[in-house]
């Protein structure tokens, strides 16, 4: 009985071992204490790439050349100690998978023939390598995640439902000069970025109510950053939905806008300065489409036209120009706007504007064109000139009474000089003969001044009169008064200037009778001896100071005299009349005598 029974359970165990072997589920074989694969399941032969039959009899370093030399270690400690190894993770290649790791989970247990003989192992195997590279290939996808995270600038957090922080990327860890430790595991609105101000708070902590109850919530706030500082963020909160529709997470982004909030406000305020400047320029601001319709206008054109800027901006720019004139300027706006340019106020023409009640009025407008992204616009400034049209009248009309009051005096004071000087050459003839030639100077001085105002009233202007113009008819004046009896040919040659020297009301005077002087002396007293002769005077200008040189080719004036010390009246008025012209004047003795006049030019209406 006793022998059945051990048959019995021999055969029992030979059963059980062989639904081992039979496993589908793990990899069994049986070594001896040579290493030798002696049986092994078809599971295992799969798992190394070797053929059962090529199992048995070969050792483990002959059938895995390259994982025998990790393994054969731990399987000799096992003969030798008798003790299992269990759930071992070994990795190497296997002639299954050439050129790539495998993964497995061993265990090495002792096969024991009698109490403390081991007579060899028995090897449980299951290849983890799907699940390792199933894992491997998740931790690969979720740093790739982190990565591509990490590397926006746009912030992000991850929230469960009720406000706790799961994870964030590093842009706004950065931001605040924190680790992820400082802040996960905390309600989000407890954070760095939000608790400096409990209204911010309660504005967070109600967002994320409303993204727990599946809404998308969205609003731009200031949060605190490194330094105790601010930016201001576009900030949104979205419910992340599972597959029965609930909200697992929620996510948290954002996006530093700062600098477009400071352009914003820095937009807002220019554009509050430029519509304050806009309102209140006193000259009418309009500006118009392609069309004619009024875009813009300020206060100050609505009320130069007498309506209300509402009322304006119904209307076109033709509505402001009179009926008459509405086909005329509807044209010569089209022509215009075909390639406009910027038209000053001056550049323009006079132009009549009508009001709401009809009435009309003069204007003056300055084109702008304007370039947006729906095209150009032009920019009109109109100024009415009502009031300065009637101020010119008035000029006019005073200037015109003005004109005939000087024309009237210097006609007036020319005639009276005439008298002045027939009355000189009456007398002349009656007094006695040493006292002709004075009388005759004076004379000369007079037609001078005459001239002066003669030239003034004839040209009309009463600021300034022409030098050359003014020496060449006194010239001719004092010469024919002087040869008309004589024998002698005196010739006076004016060279003409190469810019017109002119010369005030203050200066003429002087100026004719120091010519007269000099020009009279020369004719006199230069020639005495000669029949013929020349006086030549020419003018030039050096900078600020015009030259008048009279020179002639007579005898010369003698060593000895000096201007302002003869008895000669005219030589002793020279020196006043240069002194009246503010000038200066050298007498030369060369080949007869030179005049050098230099006197400073002074501002005159050319």
Excluded at 11 to 30: C, N, P, Q, R, T
Excluded at 68 to 84: A, D, N, Q, R, S
Excluded at 193 to 210: D, E, F, G, H
Excluded at 445 to 472: D, F, N, W
């Amino acid at each position: 009985m006793a022998v059945t029974e051990q048959r019995d359970l021999t055969g029992l165990k030979s059963g059980a071992f062989d639904a081992v072997l039979s496993s589908e589920d793990m990899g069994i074989a049986i070594l001896d204490t040579g290493l030798r694969y002696v049986e092994l399941n078809s599971l295992l032969a799969r798992f190394n790439g070797v053929s059962g039959e090529e199992h048995v009899g070969r050792t483990v370093s002959e059938v895995l050349p390259k994982l025998g030399p990790l393994i054969t270690p731990i399987l000799k400690e096992v003969i030798e100690t008798g003790e299992p190894v269990r759930n071992l993770e070994i990795a190497g290649e296997t002639p299954s998978v050439v050129g790539q790791d495998s993964f497995w989970e061993a265990s090495y247990l002792p096969i024991f023939s009698s109490p403390g003989r081991v007579a060899g192992i028995l090897v449980m195997a299951v290849n983890r390598t799907l699940e390792y590279e199933l894992k491997r290939t998740q931790e690969e996808a979720h740093e790739l995640q982190r990565r591509i995270l990490d590397s926006l600038f746009t912030f992000v957090g991850i929230l469960s439902p009720d406000g706790l922080l799961i994870d964030a990327n590093r842009a706004p860890l950065q931001a605040a000069g924190i680790d992820l430790a400082d802040v996960v595991g905390k309600r989000f609105w407890d954070c760095i970025w939000w608790n400096y101000s409990p209204k911010i708070q309660m504005q967070l902590r109600s967002a994320v109510i409303r993204a727990g109850a599946g809404e998308t919530v969205r609003y731009d706030v200031p949060i605190r950053t490194v330094g105790d500082t601010r930016i201001t963020i576009d900030f949104m909160i979205t419910p992340l939905l599972g597959s029965d529709g609930e909200v697992t997470h929620l996510v948290a982004s954002a996006n530093d806008v700062s600098e477009r909030k400071s352009r914003e406000a820095e937009l807002s305020l220019s554009e509050k300065r430029f519509r304050r400047v806009f309102d209140s320029t006193a000259d009418g601001l309009v500006m118009i489409n392609d069309y004619g319709e009024i875009m813009l206008a300020n206060p100050s054109m609505a009320s130069m036209f007498g309506y209300s800027l509402s009322e304006l901006y119904s209307c076109s720019i033709e509505d402001l120009i009179p009926a008459h004139l509405r086909d005329k300027h509807r044209k010569e706006r089209s022509r215009y706007q075909e390639s406009p340019v910027p038209r000053a106020m001056a550049a323009m023409r006079e132009l009549m504007a009508c009001r709401r009640d009809g009435s009309e009025f003069p204007v003056e407008v300055a084109l702008t064109p304007l370039q947006f992204p729906e095209g150009t616009r032009v920019l009109a400034t109109v100024v009415d000139i009502s009031i300065q049209k009637q101020i010119q009248a008035s000029l006019i009309k005073a200037l015109k009474e003005k004109t005939s009051l000087l024309n009237e005096v210097h006609h007036r004071v020319k005639n009276n000089l005439q008298v002045v000087s027939s009355l000189l050459s009456l007398q002349a003839r009656s007094v006695p003969e040493e006292l002709v030639d004075a009388f005759l100077e004076s004379q000369g001085r007079v037609k001078a001044m005459a001239l002066m105002h003669q030239q003034l009233y004839e040209h009309k202007t009463y600021e300034s009169i022409g030098a050359a113009r003014y020496s060449s008819e006194l010239v001719t004046l004092i010469t024919r008064s002087h040869t008309m009896s004589s024998s002698q040919n005196i010739e006076t040659v004016l060279v003409p200037p190469d810019r017109e020297v002119f010369l005030t009301m203050d200066q003429a005077l002087p100026f004719g009778l120091l010519l007269n002087e000099l020009v009279t002396n020369s004719i006199k007293h230069a020639f005495t001896d000669q029949d013929v002769g020349e006086i030549r005077i020419s003018m030039s200008q050096d900078g600020d100071m015009n030259i008048v040189v009279v020179e002639d080719n007579g005898k010369g004036v003698e060593e000895g005299i000096e201007l302002g010390k003869t008895t000669s009246l005219g030589f002793q008025l020279i020196p006043g009349l240069v002194e009246q012209l503010d000038g200066e004047i050298a007498l030369i003795r060369d080949n007869g005598t030179r005049y050098e006049i230099r006197f400073r030019k002074q501002e005159t209406e050319e």
